[in-house]
């Protein structure tokens, strides 16, 4: 055994004599411990080679083979320790094993490591992922970075992380610049950075110094998190809005209870699926929701008018028959289209343009497909209030609406009024199912958890105009996000319930009655 | 008694007494298993089941058919007479539960060392038979209360009991609630100490139910013909007028409404041990509505027709899906269509048209 060893030092000097190689042995050979030990090293060392050995080792690319340390990749070995390739891979060759532990240092070393790529994209995405999660380790890297660095958003992302791995620092002039430094951070993270720091610094001033850190990330930190609530409240009442809006019209405006309101939001979504699916394979396929929002539009409508024509006529007047049979619709139109495309979710996929986001403040990010949504409900909602404003049928509607009769004696033809205001109601729940099939599970059931939803919002709005439903969708997103952040999503969803069942106890009408004599309807 | 049913009512309820009161216990329990005219405990339970949805379906018409007023709560007070009678079958299991634990397994899941409130008392039998009806009761009477003094009414009251039905379901999915979280209650072993899968527990268990549906029937047919119930059905044709020739017809209507609550949390009650579980999609939306279909298929404001399309209907459920089960939703939606367009007055109605022609 020692004669071999000796043997083997003389063919491989540098295994040896080269701290690098001893790094590599101690990463490949040594304990848990002993291997994170290495790892920092590398970082620390900071230059190609290093980072090769560390990308290998967190794509399992790196083996043993006796006591030297391989990097096999396309069936080609490389000495990870000298860098010299080898005429052909060892036949004896041994994984080397990644705990999560380890793959978990083996990542931050990584993102270390990137910090001094070219690429500025690279670099900024590194930096990224550091802030807040640095290794002390780490700075000696990130110091060589910074010196490096011309991108002013890297440059000050990396000043928070040094600033971070400073607070530790033995010199006290380091560590009062260091706190000052990180008062202009919003992120979060450093917040708990700098109370961990106040628990075992002892020197007054710097205390006082990193509280008054504390408040000024406290306050950034809370604007970013009010935005973010904003945001996401917007977003949601503009679902809320699009699946509602359909319903102000069928409901609000002609007083069908359409229970398979829901499931023609599902046909919406998926004939957005079958359009994509056409689209699939070509060139244009980040277009495809140009042609998948007037299918979305045109199939539930078309839907929408043959139950008209066919059921729910007979029922005008019966609104409890009309609820039991748009019910029994809806069950029909979930088997068909279980039938159809299976039980299973379908895969919807983003166009490249939805999918990402953009951040508006750290930690805060608005994906690009709920903003698209808020812009197409606000579209939805041109299209409804120009279509029944400024058209002939939009004239017709409302007077079919308010008085029946006297429209009739007038000239409407009611019944085709009536046909041509469901497909259209039917319709524009289609386009609630185009956007909702962006960013919400496409299956059977989708319908089913946006039909109470849009219930309320009508109801609470009040009925028979769609002022009141657009101030309901956008106040029951607020109210729904605000209780979420304090009580969790079911407590706020149970909440916002109950407050509806005791609103609709006191004003009957919805918010903004229309005015009248209606004592009994 | 004349006043109840006439000849012909008595007699079909006493065919109806004999079938479950004496066939149906000799051809399951005297009959051996080996001999074809053996009725099976499937039988059993099916039947058992279905009675209670029975009772259910009366409690909804008396509410429905004779106040006009469209629940779509009901499935809710039934879960909730379910959930109380469960615990205490939970606390009957004692340590034979998975864990060998003296908690019923879904807490020692959780790790809880006691039990939460809500389970105070819940070993005593009478405790929970008082929360079955209470419960349900205390709930319909505080939510009637405050919609019917409002004046909320038609859809606006369908909608609003089903937003409740909604609310409380994703309340019972919740762990924190301290009802087992999506499992529900399952795994029952005794009832007052006796062995619950036995046949003739089963076979007690049945005769209850039935006895239930006939003092169900027997309670509803006597309110229906009372004074009473005249005015609950002057209430349905013509409220306003009640109200001008001087009834405060909240009251009435909130008499009535507690009523068929506790019904259904009572067949709740009696539903849990026979299928043997318990669990919040009892309490979802389409089980509610359900139950409107089952009176609207036998005969709204007829009482006997709401608790035989109760039968026709689940009958017809467990037949398709086990035989077609793709076809089943295609089978219902289609019977919740043509019911409302052709069948107004149900299938009992349909008879009594034939009975008139002919």
Known sequence: MRMLIIAALLVFPSLVFSQDAKTVEKLAFGESDEKVEAIAALVAAGDEKSAAVLQAMADGDLYTSGKRVLIVKDDAATDAATGGKLAKVPEDKEDITVNNRLRRELNGALAALKLISPKVEVRHAAAKELLGRA?????????????????????????????????????????????????????????????????????????????????????????????????????LGSILLLA??????????????NMAHGELIMLGAYSTYVVQNLFKGSAYFDWYLLAAVPAAFIVPALVGMALERSVIRWLYGRPLETLLATWGISLILIQAVRTLFGAANVQVENPAFMSGGVEAFTGVVLPWSRVVIIGFALFVLLLVYLLLNKTRLGLFVRGVTQNREMAACVGVSTARIDTWAFGLGSGIAGLA??????????????????????????????????????????????????????????????AVLIFIVFFIQKRPQGMFALKGRAIES | MNRLYGARGWTILGVFGFFVFAVMPFFNLYVSTENPMHVSAYWVTLLGKIMCYAIVAVAMDLIW????????????????????????????????????????????????????????????????????????????????????????????????????????????FRNATGFGGNNGFTDFRRILDIPIATPQTRMALFAVSAATLIGTLLLARWIVTSKFGRVLAAIRDAEARVMFCGYDTMYYKLAIWTLSAVLCGIAGALYVPQVGIINPSEMSPANSIEIAIWVAVGGRGTLAGAALGAGLVNGAKSFFTQAFPEYWLFFLGLLFILVTLFLPQGVLGLLNRWKKSA
Not at chain 2, 139 to 151: C, E, H, P, T
Not at chain 2, 152 to 161: M, Q, R
């Open chain 1, 244 to 257: 509602a809006l359909g319903l102000a019209i069928t409901y609000g405006l002609m007083g069908v209870i």
């Open chain 1, 135 to 235: 290794e002390p380790a780490m700075l000696p890297l990130v110091k060589k970075a910074l010196g490096k660095e011309s991108n002013p958003d890297v440059k000050a992302m990396l000043e928070q992380i040094a600033a971070a791995l400073e607070l530790k620092a033995e010199d006290r002039a380091t560590r009062l610049a260091a706190v000052r430094k990180l008062a202009s951070s919003n992120n979060s993270s450093t917040k708990t950075l700098l109370l961990s720091f106040l628990g075992s610094e002892k020197d007054e001033e710097l205390r006082a110094e990193a509280q008054k850190s504390v408040r000024a990330i406290e306050g950034s930190v809370a604007w970013g998190e009010r935005l973010g609530v904003v945001f996401t409240s917007v977003s």
């Open chain 1, 433 to 494: 199912g185009c956007a909702l099939s962006q960013i919400d599970n496409v299956g059977p059931n989708l319908g089913q958890n946006y039909i109470v939803d849009s219930f309320m919002v009508v109801v609470l709005g009040g009925v028979g105009q769609l002022a009141g439903t657009v101030y309901a969708a956008l106040g029951l997103g607020f109210a729904n996000k605000l209780l979420e952040a304090w009580q969790g999503a079911v407590l706020a969803k149970i």
């Open chain 2, 65 to 172: 058919g004779y106040a006009g007023i469209l629940s779509l709560g009901h499935g809710l007070f039934f879960a909730l007479g379910g959930y109380s009678f469960g615990m205490y079958l939970m606390r009957q299991i004692g340590a034979d539960g998975q864990y060998q634990q003296p908690m019923p397994d879904f807490m020692v899941f959780l790790d809880w060392k006691e039990f939460p409130w809500q389970w105070w008392n819940s070993e005593s039998f009478w405790w929970c038979a008082m929360l079955v009806v209470v419960v349900p009761g205390l709930l319909a009477y505080v939510f009637g209360y405050f919609a019917f003094r409002s004046r909320v009414k038609g859809v606006y009251f369908s909608i609003i009991t089903q937003a409740l039905t909604f609310a409380a379901m994703l309340l019972f």
